[in-house]
């Protein structure tokens, strides 16, 4: 699957991967974001100089799980764009 598929397939809620990556366990998921706002957490709030429990807003966003097991906000390399190798994690 290209990444456009991939794209596709992340946003209907599915988790891809590569089968090009070296990681054991890597995947990206589509994250909706907070469009309506939450509350702000303290560690958000003092990122950003807010109060804490102040709205948040968010946009949607691409996140990937780690080698190590942690996850993290994710943007696709060009190489990882011109992939043909992306798979639906089932």
């Not at 990681?23 to 957490?41: A, D, E, H």
């Amino acid at each position: 699957m290209n990444f456009g598929e991939a794209l596709e397939a992340l946003k209907s809620g599915k988790r891809v991967t590569r089968k090009g990556w070296n990681g054991k366990g890597l995947s990206v998921v589509y994250q909706k974001g907070y469009p309506q706002g939450i509350p702000c957490n303290k560690q958000t709030a003092e990122a950003w100089g807010m109060n804490e429990g102040d709205l948040f807003k968010c946009e949607p966003y691409l996140q990937i799980s780690t080698v190590d097991g942690s996850h993290a906000m994710w943007v696709p390399s060009i190489r990882d764009c011109l992939a043909d190798d992306w798979e639906i994690v089932e």
